[in-house]
């Protein structure tokens, strides 16, 4: 199968459903003829023209609140934000007006639109173009979100979310745009609350989103070397959340490691552990542990920026440790 | 129809308001929108305008009074010949109950915005007593200050269903006004009225959830001393799997056995040698034990995956097991730290054995390839079927409750299934 | 041409514009009285004394014109064709309401009509308007989108930066400044600094001041600039110079530390739009007197038993709680 790059991918699943449905079109800054700044766009305003790839100016609550209106409508906006962390300047558009539209009008509104937005530290931008901020997002009733962790997810989920009825948020990791992976020439799409399994293991199950999919599958790695079998699930969209699959994998390992690059506290991981614990509590044979990134603004200097988030090394230390019966946290 | 005209909600957080001055007398004309009374709330002074066209009559609260929120105090009639004075808002027909007087139940007003009940201070007027409309019934205290509230109709207290000091809730009813003076005036407090029954109140309005007072909290539960070195650190896996095959994890700590413990420490915890049984103990379980020369299970299950495509090998077994019981049982099987139960259907057929959330009726033991050659467990719940080595061939034991089986069908069980795993061929027969 | 000729070729509009405007003070004045005896959830805003703004508006409007409301709602609602019942229902939080007892008083979307929803964040449907627009432009539609809001949204960010873009991409939409002269509890020259207009004129958008309490003179602008919209040649603004008989809410009662009850009753008794039309009807020979009560009676009853009605309907079943939080 050929390999093309996340930002491929996610550059062909835009223009596959802007020819597929008249009604989708982008906006956001400097989405046409500069393709973004990471060029994910580039080549879509050829094809498609400066009515259906709008650059805005530098006004992220405007156009975003006129996508919700365009949404409402019967059109299909994507909206580029070009930072995940300018999520916090959307807040009322995305949190209290698209996430709550079809709620508040008893099911008769639909917001049907994409957010496309990244998320990621170690590229040395500092606290304000780093952060990972998909639980904000995901504690918000209405809103689904997205988390490819490869070209082929970032292709499959991008498709689906374009038809998808209601707001939808895609944090794509911002290191992983040249990250090539397989993605088949013909069509697909990957449905929204399904799982992944990347890799099977008896051991221990490490539940890993987006990028930290990378990282555990290298852990996994290292841990066969030593006979733990680790197996390796990316839960692709984490609302919904395929809970079922994740679930049936704990009971099979009674261990686990959830790992996400949001902030450890009150995060993603938080509340996969927290709903492993509830319903797998009498299949655990160790406390289900959570990486995420530390509980710091991403720092600039890269001697300090490299220790604030999971690595490889850091998921296998603590998936020993589980294996072992080692006290871990333990009074 | 006569309009009522009721002290309106004004602020937010308003119980009541001041009539400074009705602007219209009774029996004058009024038109919609005419300024009717100033009321006095907080600091302020606004007119109340008149929400229908008519004859202002009825008054029933006069200047420089308290009204409640909500309480009626005029009427707005289509006649101004109309001189039956408006009724309070929060009464209505007492229902006839067995021991109360006849009349017109005034209930407890609503006053702030998110009050469920009101404090009785005290009562201004004695069960018997004539009073009038105008006159301070009782006094009654919210959150923030105390307010008096008015009789809102002429005639005779004939019963006070609330005591000084007790919360009533809004909407329910406080007093009885009757027309004549009543023979035996009733003075009664909510707890002997919660026991008799209750006057019809007035309808609460569907959004408003009236809540009753607050039973006092239950006394705490007596906490149960655990020391902690009682405690036993395991997994949640282990103390389940340890719960589910009848093992105690304080051996495993008697023992010395390092803490916590986790799944593979269950292995360790089955291979402790047993307790000597108490004679209780050993009085109250059936152990049979059956040597059979050759482990049949091995080939059968061979050929079962071979001919058959069946190749759970704990299923087979659970089915051999089932069917050496009444039809239609539930066998768990234990191996190697994990167990697994199977419904195995009536008759003989192993293909429709199933896995199971079940409770076993049946546990088999499967130790073939394990060290121990005799197990004596004592009697758990359900009947135990242990398999070990011996030589070539196998040692099976059948421990169980008295109760659970009796001899003549422990015995069948344990020739049966001796039988079936010998030559296991024979059970399609 | 002359008034009273317009008048006479205009007769069914103009008693439709009456009409208007008298539900939506009748359906106010029943909500306040809901309030007030405490049979209604919550609180609200009412739009009494600012009904020549919507109606004249949405007269100008049909079923495919969209608008975006405030929390002062109600009157936008009733002028873009929402039925009493649906409306009462919705106040009341029951399941026949338009939104299912979902949104209540301040989130009442009637989609049917093209009212895409009252919003209860100040100025936070700006960017829904003028995306309305922006699809209507780029489905090649000639819908036009009135985003209503009043002066207190003036200081909100969102409206420069989508006045901005609608400037930009020439989008049919046209900003409804229903300037009641307080931003809640403050006079709005405290809130406001410069003009109002100036700031929609600063993006080269063309902007108007009218007289909000005049019924025919909103309606004539908003005519004029409905159709050059649907041309293409929006955006435009409009600042309707009008006055909120209540206080900011239903409780908010003593008002005199920010506005006097002689400035209250000035505007009542002087400048009240529906008398004022009510008068322009009779004199023109529009309407008799007669046939002006029975219009109104006929409204207070339609209010009456859609109240009655809306009272005795049923609270939506508890297992909708957690329907509609996500689209099929």
Redesign the interface.
């Known amino acids: 199968m050929r390999e093309i790059t996340l930002s491929q991918a996610v550059n062909e699943a835009l223009a596959e459903e802007m020819r597929r449905d008249p009604?989708t079109?982008i906006m956001g800054e400097d989405v046409a003829e500069a393709g973004t700044p990471f060029k994910v766009l580039s080549g879509l305003v050829e094809e498609f023209g400066t009515?259906?790839v709008i650059d805005?100016?530098i006004?992220e609550?405007?156009?975003?609140?006129?996508?919700?209106?365009?949404?409402?409508?019967?059109?299909r906006?994507i909206v580029d934000l070009m930072f995940g962390d300018f999520i916090f300047l959307i807040m009322?558009?995305l949190c209290?007006?698209a996430a709550k539209?079809?709620?508040?009008?008893?099911?008769?509104?639909?917001v049907?639109l994409v957010l496309r937005t990244n998320l990621g530290a170690t590229r040395r931008s500092a606290a304000q173009h780093s952060q990972s901020l998909q639980a904000l997002v995901a504690h918000i009733?209405?809103l689904?979100v997205a988390m490819p962790s490869s070209a082929y997810e970032a292709k499959g989920l991008m498709k689906t979310a374009i038809r998808d009825?209601?707001p939808v948020v895609i944090f794509e990791d911002k290191l992983m745009y040249q990250d090539k992976a397989p993605v088949p020439e013909e069509e697909y799409l990957i449905p929204f609350g399904v799982a992944n399994v990347k890799r099977e293991g008896s051991d221990i199950t490490l539940i890993a989103t987006s990028s930290m999919v990378q990282v555990a599958e290298k852990a996994a790695e290292m841990l066969a070397a030593e006979g733990i079998s680790a197996e390796v699930i990316d839960p692709r969209t984490i609302v919904p959340l395929d809970e079922e699959a994740l679930l049936k994998s704990v009971r099979k390992t009674?261990r686990a490691i959830v790992i996400d690059e949001g902030h450890q506290s009150y995060g993603v991981t938080a509340e996969i552990a927290s709903r492993l614990n509830e319903k797998a509590?009498?299949?655990?044979?160790?406390p289900v542990l959570r990486m995420g990134a530390m509980d710091v603004p991403v720092p600039f200097s890269p001697a300090l920026e490299d220790i604030t988030v999971p690595t490889p090394e850091g998921v296998a230390e603590n998936a020993r440790k589980l294996c072992a019966?080692e006290?871990i946290h333990?009074a | 129809m006569p309009h009522d005209v009721t002290m309106p909600q004004l602020g937010m957080a308003q119980d009541a308001g001041k009539i400074v001055s009705w602007l219209k007398a009774p029996g004058d004309p009024v038109a919609k929108g005419d300024a009717l009374f100033e009321v006095e709330t907080d600091k302020a002074t606004m007119e109340v305008e008149a929400q229908a066209d008519g004859f202002l009559t009825g008054v029933v609260a006069g200047e420089g009074e308290d009204v409640p929120v909500g309480s009626v105090i005029a009427r707005i009639s289509e006649s101004a010949d109309d001189d039956t004075p408006a009724a309070p808002a929060p009464t209505a027909e007492a229902a006839p109950a067995d021991d109360l007087p006849e009349g017109k139940t005034v209930t407890m007003p609503q006053l702030g915005m998110a009050q469920d009940t009101g404090l009785l201070v005290s009562w201004q007027k004695a069960p018997g007593d004539a009073v009038a409309a105008d006159d301070v019934l009782f006094e009654v205290e919210t959150d923030k200050s105390t307010m008096e509230v008015p009789a809102g109709l002429d005639g005779f207290l004939a019963a006070t269903l609330a005591q000084a000091g007790e919360e009533v809730p809004v909407g329910d009813p406080v007093a009885i006004i009757s027309a004549a003076k009543p023979d035996a005036p009733v003075a009664r407090s909510v707890a002997e009225a919660a026991s008799a029954p209750a006057p019809a109140a007035a309808a609460p309005a569907p959004a408003k959830t009236v809540t009753a007072p607050k039973a006092p909290a239950p006394a705490p539960k007596p906490q149960v001393a655990v020391s902690s070195t009682d405690r036993i650190l395991a997994s949640p896996k282990a103390r389940r799997l340890a719960a589910e095959q009848g093992l105690d994890l304080t051996r495993l700590a008697k023992a010395g056995h390092p803490q916590p413990y986790h799944v593979k420490d269950i292995e360790v915890l089955r291979a402790l040698p047993s307790e000597a049984p108490t004679a209780a103990a050993a009085a109250s379980a059936r152990r049979l034990v059956a040597e059979v020369a050759e482990d049949g299970l091995p080939g059968f299950q061979r050929w079962m995956s071979e001919a058959h495509g069946v190749n759970d090998a704990d299923a087979i077994l659970a089915g051999l097991a089932g069917a050496s019981l009444a039809a239609g049982a539930t066998v768990a099987i234990e191996r190697a730290g994990l167990t697994r139960s199977f419904a195995t259907p009536a008759g003989r057929t192993l293909s429709g054995v199933a896995e199971t959330e079940d409770a076993p009726d049946l546990i088999l033991r499967d130790l073939r390839g394990s060290p121990l050659r005799s197990v004596e467990m004592g009697a758990g719940p359900e009947p135990v079927l242990t398999l070990t080595n011996s030589g070539a061939g196998l040692t099976i034991t059948l421990e169980c409750d008295p109760a659970s089986l009796s001899p003549q069908a422990a015995i069948q069980l344990l020739t049966d299934f001796a039988g079936r795993v010998e030559q296991p061929l024979r059970h399609l027969l | 041409m002359s008034p009273a000729k317009k008048a006479k070729t205009n007769t069914e509009d103009y008693l439709r514009m009456y009409r208007q405007m008298v539900r939506i003070r009748s359906f106010e004045d029943n909500a306040n009285q809901l309030y007030l005896s405490a049979k209604m959830p919550g609180l609200t805003h009412m739009y009494s004394g600012e009904e020549a703004v919507a109606v004249g508006i949405c007269e100008a409007l049909t079923d495919s014109d969209r608008i975006t409301s405030t929390h002062r709602g109600h009157g936008h609602c009733v002028a873009k064709g929402a039925e009493f019942k649906e409306m009462f229902c919705e106040l009341l939080g029951k399941e026949e309401g338009y939104c299912r007892g979902k949104g209540g008083s301040m989130h009442i979307a009637d989609q049917s009509h093209g009212n895409l929803g009252a919003n209860a964040i100040v100025g936070g449907s700006m960017g829904i308007a003028t995306g309305s627009a922006l699809r209507a432009k780029l489905q090649g539609s000639d819908d036009v989108t009135v985003c209503f809001f009043g002066d207190g949204a003036t200081a909100q960010g969102l409206l420069y930066e989508v006045m901005n873009m609608a400037a930009l991409w020439n989008l049919p939409v046209i900003y409804a400044c229903e300037n009641n002269g307080y931003s809640e509890y403050t006079k709005t020259e405290e809130i406001a600094a410069g003009s109002i207009t100036a700031r929609a004129e600063a993006f080269g958008i063309e902007a108007h001041q009218v007289d909000g309490q005049d019924v025919l003179a909103v309606n004539d602008l908003t005519q004029k600039l409905v159709a050059r919209a649907r041309k293409g040649e929006g955006p435009f603004f409009i600042e309707l110079m009008t006055y909120r008989y209540h206080g900011h809410h239903v409780g908010d009662i003593n008002r005199e530390y920010y506005r006097s009850k002689a400035e209250e009753k000035d505007w009542k008794e002087n400048r009240d739009p529906i008398t004022r039309f009510r008068h322009f009807l009779v004199q023109e020979g529009i309407a008799s007197e007669d046939e002006i009560e029975a219009i109104n009676a006929e409204v207070e009853k339609d209010a009456a038993d859609a109240v009655e009605y809306a009272l005795a309907a049923k609270y939506p079943d508890v297992s909708e709680v957690d329907m509609h939080v996500f689209a099929d």
Do not use: E, I
Request: proline share 9%; no cysteine.
């Open positions: 009604t079109f009515d259906r805005t100016p006004a609550p405007g156009f975003m609140g006129m996508a919700v209106g365009a949404a409402m409508t019967g059109a906006p009322d558009q209290n007006q539209t079809h709620y508040m009008s008893g099911g008769k509104l639909n049907p009733p209405g689904k009825n209601n009674s509590f009498y299949h655990l044979d160790a019966g006290m333990a």
